[in-house]
């Protein structure tokens, strides 16, 4: 028989579908593509201008429709910024996007008074990137950014964007960074990160005390380690449980 | 053989796939599903709630960061409205999803001095309902609510809602409805709507001539009418030709 989509033959013990099927299947796939279509035109047109963007590209003095400035009060490593370049943004946009936001600009806070939200511990190419998401839904990450936007995704409770981060995290996940992505992931309540960054530690158990890194977190913050053979031990009962439910009942 | 999907009994007349076309189409709808839920997760983030929903849902007596309010000075029959109810909206909004508003209220016209823009020929139940979509890009459409957001999506330049509109309208087309929806597409430059209503007349031109609305169309706009036969023997010609392209050559 020859496959109507590879076009090539084949014998019986290799054969798939139907043709009533691999039609369905088509017609199913060419909905799901139109859906897609759809979904990406939607995300187009409720995406916002982010100012400092708009401000780029129209050549102006001033942005646009900003009524806010945020400010990267400290850098990272907690030092004061003397002269820090504002982010302009829009209230209502700040507000739509984050629950932290919102209560801030509600209620007469300072920050709604003077017109300026200080953020401390970020770099101001963080910053930026951080309201440029809350615009436009989109980040061009690396390991670094992908942390900092974590954060500050965490701290302002921009649910959207945490996921968007663990997600990058997890796929540049690899033996060599998972105890210092389960550290961080620990620190910034990152679950699906932290869950992660476990399995691979614990397929890797046999070489773990060795690491410089182990070394550094039984110093810093032996609870996570005590966590990480806690989920061990329960890892290997269920196994257990799982192999010989008799012996185990 | 048995289909792996339906796990029915085929024969080879009968037979789609080969096994490992059948496992790859699997993955690729899998793949497409988790691209479109995504997107939804973006949609969602994206959205911005729309003060009149916020003020219904949160029982506020001021409405959600809104510094603008839209009016609907006359209704669809052109009489001014004495006290029209003001719908609450923000410039940065209006400005990000309409070119219209955004030159409007850029450029200190008199509508962004006084904070109110006043919209003709609309009732207030569409007024708000074109302000909901430009928020969340949803809006809940009979055949009346259609017509009335296109024209005004057709007005300020909003054109996910026009053609959001043009495939409601679209999808309710027939022989019944194909004439008024033509004159109402000419008439608003509504290209797919115009292109779906005119083939459905095409195909009907012998009941064309009997029906009420045709006579109404070649009183009030006899260059409409012109266009539908103009179209209809073009088609013809081409008909004529791919089916006998020696005899025309």
Redesign the interface.
Known sequence: ?K????K?D?G?S??????????E?SE??EE??R??ED???????????SPSQHLHQQQRTTP??S?IVLVASHDESGKSTPYPVPVPA????L???SPVFRAM?ENEMEESLSGTIKISDVSYEALRAFVTYLYT?DACLDDLMACDLLVLAEKYQVN?LK?YCEKFLISKLNWENSLPNYGFAHQHNAKKLLDAALSLIMENMDKLSNREEYKELVDKDPRLVVEIYEAYLSKQVNTAVQKDPVAKA
């Open positions: 028989m496959c109507v989509s590879c090539e084949y019986s290799d054969a798939g579908t139907c043709r009533e099927c691999y039609e299947a199913t796939e799901l593509k859906e897609i979904l990406k035109a939607k995300v187009n047109f409720l995406r916002f201008w646009f429709f009524d829009n209230r209502a946009l507000a739509s996007r600009l839904a959207h996921t």
